[in-house]
């Protein structure tokens, strides 16, 4: 079964950078398009950055369009999240699983990321 294991959140200030990476165990990871999903404080998960099996097309909502970058490695089973500029809106946890979201799909305990002064 495909599991996720999402690093790299923490506590930053707004305007600086984190970079997400997520490594996942299984075959899927290779044969599907991947996106990171956020859960703000209150809120419902929904995904913010997604890419394609190759990475040659990737999309964003429009809150982190600009801001954000997703990039994946398949030879490492691993999707990455550059963020810049953040903000305290985009503070909540961060997942990554297939795009879309497969249900009964696991989730993985996922990263968590506070953005304020």
């Known amino acids: 079964q495909v599991q996720f294991l999402e690093s790299g959140g923490g506590f930053v200030q707004p305007g600086r950078s984190l970079t997400l990476s997520c490594a996942t165990s299984?075959?899927?990871?290779?044969?599907?398009?991947m996106g990171w999903y956020r859960q703000g404080p209150g809120k419902q998960r929904d995904w913010v950055a997604r890419?394609?099996?190759?990475?040659?097309?990737?999309f964003y909502q429009d809150s982190v369009k600009g801001r954000f970058t997703i990039s994946r490695d398949n030879a490492k089973n691993t999707v990455y999240l550059q963020m810049n500029s953040l903000k305290p809106e985009d503070t909540g946890v961060y997942y990554c699983?297939?795009?879309?979201?497969?249900?009964?799909?696991?989730w993985g305990q996922g990263t968590q990321v506070i953005v304020s002064s």
């Open positions: 890419i394609t099996r190759s990475g040659s097309l990737v």
């Open positions: 299984g075959t899927v990871f290779s044969i599907n398009s």
């Open positions: 699983n297939l795009f879309p979201y497969q249900i009964g799909a696991p």
